[in-house]
């Protein structure tokens, strides 16, 4: 049994609600995007939320009686068919229901939904003869309705193997087309269906703002009327809604997803509300003392659980980084369970955010890049009634708002990410207290070089990594064989991508120069070169 130290009181609720228009009786208008799997899918809702209209993702088997079911809560004005990594012609192709084309909604189709749009309708697609991924030049050859403000060249981004080489007959009118894309860009002539080759959400398309602003302002009519407070009073509600009046624990490891989501739900439950701390023994230097005292104070019933004993035991001789996910996914529930059966909490709230659930494959027609231990290393058996996630839509950046909003610290909102694994998974291979040592000193002296330089605000996370390598090194003039230390530090806006930072060599010098000197088992240090894709920013 782990031990625990518990508030013993239940001091009153104190944090400060936000201001809340009260919206009841107005409902907001909403354009839904039809998921097929694409990687940039969920960028699609979100720069037309960044645009202040309400945007949620939905299956692509969505039916046109579920879309008008919607009708009791917003006004849905567009539909946009997401990218996807299928050929239209693929047996298990995704599809859409073909009479959501005549419920009169304004409708694009990006990517593989421009391709389904123009083969449902009549058109050509076929396999390109030039497969077209990265920066294209589109030639504009009308500047209207989707298109409207543009050049006659505009830069875009493009990642398909198919092609659409003629349109569908009718009303429909080719409206740009690049070098190996004879259709790049479509309408019909009468009714708003438009479709467009390139990808307007990334942010190499450079009008994409533009393309993503005509269609949901100039065809679907939306009004603006979304803001991140909407979404507090929303996770909110959804939180009250399914606990009732039950009680429930949260997951707090003091990062900015869970710290976020520990404020929304004392927001929703107050005194049904206990944050569970679970030190796993993989922390940051001097990080379970300081979260301690950060939330202690609070005012929600916070509880933190000593489990580096048995998380340790646990992973003992496991080298795999998918079993290190899988296990501390599993012990971490364990903990949970025994915590929140000695309360009587049923339920189980997680500060899962987008980017953890799609590169954890959650969706049917993605891939799976790794287990994020708060996604799919989490055990198929749970004592819980449900696992409630109220981030799980949200960017980084995104909860970084939210959190603002709510008023947590700044510290802690501009704190680098951090995984839920902690150091455990950037330690190559197996872990013992050793290891663990050494890369908790090396990754203390990464932050304070980098802090102390100045450059951490340019930057998205910056740590070391022990890797199993040892190699041979001199000091104090005899031979020594040490471990090998190396330095990831990366750019990037959602970590969907990230590019290794180009730092200064001076500040290198000094990060390699204290670990060498400050932590005797380490003969070698080697700064990571590799971009996210193809690297991941973990190692593991
Ligand atoms: P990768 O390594 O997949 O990481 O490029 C993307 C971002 O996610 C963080 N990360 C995790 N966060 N649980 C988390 O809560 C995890 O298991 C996990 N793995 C990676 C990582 O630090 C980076 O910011």
Known sequence: MPKSTRNLKFPPFTIKPPEQKEKQGVKLDIVLVLDFGGQYCHLIARRIRENSVYSEIVSNEITPEEIKALDHKYNVKGLILSGGPKSVYEEDAP??????????????????????????????????????????????????????GLGKNEKVWMSHGDTVFSIPPGEFEVLARTKNTPVAAFRHKAKPIYGLQWHPEVVHTENGIQMIRNFIFEICKCKPGWSMKDFIGKAVNEIKSIVGEGKAIIALSGGIDSSTATLLAAKALGQNLAAIFVDHGFMRENEPELIRQTF?????????????????????????????????????????????????????????????????????????????????????????????????????????????????????????????????????????????????????????EIERSGQQDRLWQYFAVLTDTKSTGVKGDCRAYGYTVAIRIVESKEAMTASFAKIPYQILEKISTRITNEIPQVTRVVYDITHKPPATIEWE
């Open 95 to 148: 599809k859409i229901n073909k009479k959501i084309l005549e419920l009169g909604i304004p409708i694009l189709g990006l990517c593989y939904g421009h391709q389904l749009l123009a083969h449902l309708l009549g058109g050509e697609v076929e396999p390109a003869k030039s497969k077209e991924f990265g920066i294209t030049y589109a030639t504009i050859i009308e500047p209207i309705a989707i298109l409207k």
């Open 296 to 448: 202690q104070k609070m005012g929600f019933h916070f509880i933190a659980v000593n489990a580096r004993k048995r998380f340790l035991e646990k992973l003992k001789e496991v080298t795999d980084p998918e079993t290190k996910r899988k296990i501390i996914g599993e012990e971490f529930i364990r903990v949970f369970e025994e915590e929140a059966e000695k309360i009587g909490a049923e339920y189980l709230i997680q500060g899962t955010i987008y980017p953890d659930r799609i590169e954890s494959g959650f969706r049917r027609f993605s891939e799976k890049i790794k287990t994020h231990h708060n996604v799919a290393g989490l055990p198929t058996k749970i004592k819980f009634k449900a696992i409630i996630e109220p981030l799980r839509d949200l960017y980084k950046d995104e909860v970084r708002k939210v959190a603002e909003m709510l008023g947590l610290p700044k510290e802690l909102v501009h704190r680098q990410p951090f995984p839920g694994p902690g150091l455990a998974v950037r330690i190559i291979g197996k872990i013992t207290s050793e290891k663990i040592s050494i890369v908790k000193k090396a990754d203390s002296i990464v932050r304070e």
